[in-house]
């Protein structure tokens, strides 16, 4: 068990021992046991009373390495920006504003701000009439004033040409930007909200505002109302900077002196805290409550509901549209031949088709997806969807909800970045923004009035999370014991740009000590004394469980949470200023600048679902929480395509390419299962050099679970530099060897639509689906054209010298038997047909036969799933 522990002390003593943990394993949900304990004591609190009497005799029995990290003197620089003063004259002018009743209070209070008051004191130029046309409301008004109040002034330009007003009375001929600038203080001063707007300039001072700079104008009132909407739970604009200045202080006290566990319990309103490596429920080791968890997981999907975060701006991933130049979403991304959003409802479809497969039964999971308008993310969601058909789901089935940006902010001071006058930098305020936005905009009642009851929440950018049973198991957990929130977890890589679950224990200032699971990020372990060096004495980074954002969340907790008028309805927020903003100004210049945004995260919403007890708790107390973490295997949890790979860099963590081969390296292991010969995957550095031994996609309906899957795979082999493509759910592969590439692609995979209620097409599970099979076959060609630089692996787009595709129309059927098929062939079968191949003279012999009619819409034959016990069985059936 790893254990941190902090105390209001500035003198440590630090241990590491192995030791049994308290938190023991919890026999009815199976969880594996913790591995190390790490814990920090005041030099006043003996280790041997830590957390238990056996800590003491284990102590004495072996050498524990002890370091001191007592507080040093340090004397900081002299200040630069006075962060206390700035922050305490905010939270007075937000305390104001919150007892203020309606608009026009607030603007009062605000009027009477010295800050607002000094501003337009200085920069009366009796330009009034120049923005007279563009009518503000009061509230604009008031949005304005706030961004001068929160010391942002600079956004509306003037910083850039104050000194230049001498200039300005000797050049008439100054441009628009400078005089609108100069025209929208006084406008803001003086305007009078009644004004009729007889004349909307003033010719003779040859002001005038460009349909440009109103546009810019307008886009930031918009911006301003946003944040000060969404953010009215902390005090809107004024709160969003006060949030800023104390994350930056916090951040900079943090730097200054060694008692950082001061400023941790301080911040979590604790006396004691200690951070524990939490106990899992291990997938990969107990395989029988495994299949357990994903069967309650199955069953469940009708009370499930599905959301996406998508809002990101994927920055690294570089993606920009190749035929106009423009900046695309993450979700935009070709990978292996779709879009990443087209591969999350891909998987699951697949979950919903193993569903009627084994009930019979249509289940179509509602979606919820959070945008946001970074690189037109909500209008290339919107249209991919609607060009798609709303994957045959139906619009109704989807929701889409737009998540507000927010400034981007110096990391020196907490100065708004801008790119020109009125351009505020601004990017998507973190994916944690989602349980607040979902009840602003309705999302949670939407999915109780389809009958659901929880959802799993995935990211767009994890190609594998649906691998085996992951997925169905943790949403299985978390509805059969009536859990809050789950988390799917696997071993964190030691560096990884991802944070960590853990379990935290707290002695509350009230005296009662609460016990949960919890995330720490990655930007955050600094805080906690959590380093990563490979030689350091307490780099245990590896030891807690990699936090992957993979959730399942019960929805009215979830939404009690989301409706909280608190900081409790934005969880985990940060501001990470370990990464550079880049951003282009006016002239197009670039620049690079340290700094961040205020961001929330998702996973923290598991802060708010603590226990508390009035004394200390030592055992079973995992069993008792209201959060639960499954655990599996890294590659069948989480493999991303976050992050753009230079042609020369050598590591493949967070790639396209690097998420490939853990496709490719799933794939190696559920075919080895099926007594399958194939050559192992290499590690990365021979991928760089040659790309990978083969290329294999199968459609997860073909499962998902590998369970199902085996049964459909059986013998034979497959060749290094082959290529296996198989688009079909029913599907038979026996005793094949593969030597070149093979394609095999239905039209109705898994079912096919029918027009609903709605006039929209609405894809029917098991009806009129595409069938293969393959029986003791070899297939021999060329394959993909391994030397072609032209090859893209990871988007499945190769160059090829021969293939045998196999292309099924509507419901045909295709099978082949003890045959031999060579070369290059493409073979389409029509809708109502059966083609079979076999052995011939001059090499195979095709026959093309209608189906019989009374089997148009079940086939020749179909798998029947069955029940045994936990586990499922696969029955063929000829018909």
């Known amino acids: 068990m790893a254990n941190t522990t902090l105390h209001q002390n500035k003198h440590f003593l630090f241990s590491l021992t192995s030791k049994t943990s308290p938190f023991q394993s919890i026999n009815s949900l199976h969880f594996r046991p913790p591995l190390v304990s790490l814990s920090f004591f005041p030099s006043s609190f003996s280790s041997s009373s830590s957390l238990s009497s056996s800590s003491s005799s284990s102590s004495s029995s072996q050498h524990v390495p002890r370091v001191s990290t007592v507080s040093v003197e340090y004397a900081p620089p002299a200040p630069e920006y006075d962060f206390q003063g700035e922050i305490a004259r905010l939270k007075a002018l937000r305390s104001e504003l919150v007892a203020s009743k309606g608009l026009n209070d607030k603007n009062s209070v605000i009027d009477a701000d010295s800050r607002v008051q000094s501003f337009f004191n200085e920069h009366k130029n009796g330009l009034i009439r120049a923005l007279a046309s563009l009518n503000l409301e009061l509230r604009e008004l008031f949005l304005v004033k706030c961004l001068v109040a929160a010391g942002q002034q600079h956004v509306l330009g003037l910083g850039y040409y104050d000194e230049e007003l001498v200039e300005r009375k000797e050049d008439i001929s100054r441009s628009s930007v400078k005089s609108a600038l100069y025209a929208l203080v006084e406008m803001i001063e003086r305007f009078d909200i009644n004004y009729g707007g007889g004349e909307s300039f003033d010719e003779t001072s040859g002001f ?112 920009v549209d190749p035929d106009t130049g423009e900046c695309l979403p993450a979700a935009m991304l070709p990978y292996c031949g779709r879009t990443l959003l087209e591969g999350l409802i891909r998987d699951l479809q697949a979950r919903e088709f193993l569903y009627f497969k084994m009930y019979g039964k249509q289940c179509i999971t509602p979606v919820a997806i959070m945008t946001s308008s970074a690189k037109n993310n909500h209008e290339c969601i919107t249209s991919l969807c609607e060009k798609i058909k709303w994957f045959g789901r139906g619009r109704s089935s989807f929701q889409l909800f737009e998540q507000p940006l927010v400034p981007a902010v110096s990391a020196k001071d ?9 351009a505020a930098v601004c990017k998507p305020g973190g994916h944690g923004v989602i349980w607040k936005l979902a009840y602003d905009k309705g999302i949670f009642q939407w999915f109780y009035d389809h009958g659901r009851k929880g959802a799993t929440v995935r990211q767009v950018g994890n ?112 501001l990470n200023t370990k990464k550079q903003i880049v951003y282009a100004d006016q002239y197009g210049q670039c620049h690079s600048v340290s700094g961040g945004r205020l961001e929330c995260t998702m996973q923290n919403i598991a802060d708010n679902f603590f226990s508390t007890y009035s004394s200390r708790c030592y055992k079973d107390i995992q069993d008792q929480l209201d959060a639960f973490i499954v655990y599996n295997e890294r590659r069948k949890v989480t493999s991303s395509a976050k992050k753009k790979r230079k042609h020369t860099d050598m590591s493949l963590h967070q790639t396209p390419d690097g998420s490939l081969l853990d496709i490719l390296r799933n794939a190696y292991d559920l075919l080895l299962q099926c007594d399958i010969e194939l050559p192992e995957i290499e590690s990365n550095n021979k991928y760089v050099e040659s790309g990978p031994p083969y290329l294999i996609f199968l459609h997860p309906a073909l499962g998902p679970l590998w ?167 696969l029955e063929l059936v000829e018909l």
């Not at 349909?211 to 902390?234: A, H, N, Q, T």
């Not at 309805?569 to 940060?574: I, N, Q």
């Open 208 to 319: 005038v505002l460009q349909e440009r700079e109103v546009s810019e104008f307008r886009k930031l009132l918009k911006i301003l109302g946003e944040v000060e909407e969404f953010y009215d739970c902390i005090g809107g604009i004024i709160g969003y900077q006060i949030m800023v200045l104390e994350l930056l202080a916090q951040s900079r006290s943090e730097r200054q002196t060694a008692s950082w566990s001061q400023h941790i319990t301080e911040a979590m309103d604790c006396q004691f805290l200690e951070i524990h490596s939490p106990s899992v429920v291990d997938l990969s080791q107990d395989t029988g409550y495994a299949s357990q968890a994903a069967l309650w997981g199955i069953q469940g999907l009708p009370d499930l509901g599905e959301i996406y975060p998508l809002g990101g701006s994927a920055d690294r991933l570089g993606l």
């Open 414 to 422: 907490g100065q708004w970045l801008v790119s020109e006058p009125f």
């Open 463 to 574: 190609v594998v999370a649906a691998t085996d049973l992951t997925l169905l198991a943790l949403a299985g957990i978390g509805l059969h014991h009536g859990k809050k929130l789950g988390f799917a977890s696997c071993k964190r890589n030691l560096g990884a740009t991802e944070g960590i679950n853990v379990l935290m224990e707290k002695n509350n200032l009230d005296g009662k000590w609460a016990y949960g699971l919890s995330c720490i990020e990655y930007t955050e372990f600094d805080k906690f004394g959590i380093t990563g060096g490979p030689l350091s004495h307490n780099s245990l980074q590896a030891e807690f469980p990699a936090n992957t954002n993979i959730l399942y969340v019960d929805l009215p907790s979830a939404e009690l949470i989301g409706l909280s008028n608190d900081e409790k309805s934005l969880p985990g927020m940060v």
């Open 707 to 873: 369970e199902v899957t085996r049964q459909k795979f059986n013998g034979g082999s497959i060749s290094k530099g082959s290529e296996l493509q198989i688009e079909v759910a029913e599907f038979l592969w026996r005793d094949v060897q593969l030597e070149g590439s093979l394609i095999i692609v239905a039209e109705n995979v898994m079912g096919s639509t029918r027009v609903g209620e709605n006039g929209e097409p609405i894809l029917q599970y098991g009806h009129r689906c595409g069938r293969c099979r393959l029986h003791n076959v070899k297939v021999l060609n060329e394959g993909i054209d391994w030397e072609s630089s032209q090859n893209i692996y990871w988007k499945h787009d190769v160059q090829r010298i021969e293939a045998f595709k196999v292309i099924l129309h509507g419901n045909a059927e295709f099978e082949a038997s003890n045959v031999t098929l060579k070369g290059n062939h493409v073979l389409e079968v029509p809708d109502g047909y059966k083609m079979k191949i076999t052995s011939g003279n001059q090499g195979f012999v095709v026959s093309l036969d209608t189906i019989e009619q009374n089997l148009m819409d079940t086939g020749s034959w179909y798998w029947n799933y069955k029940l045994n016990g936990t586990h499922i069985l």
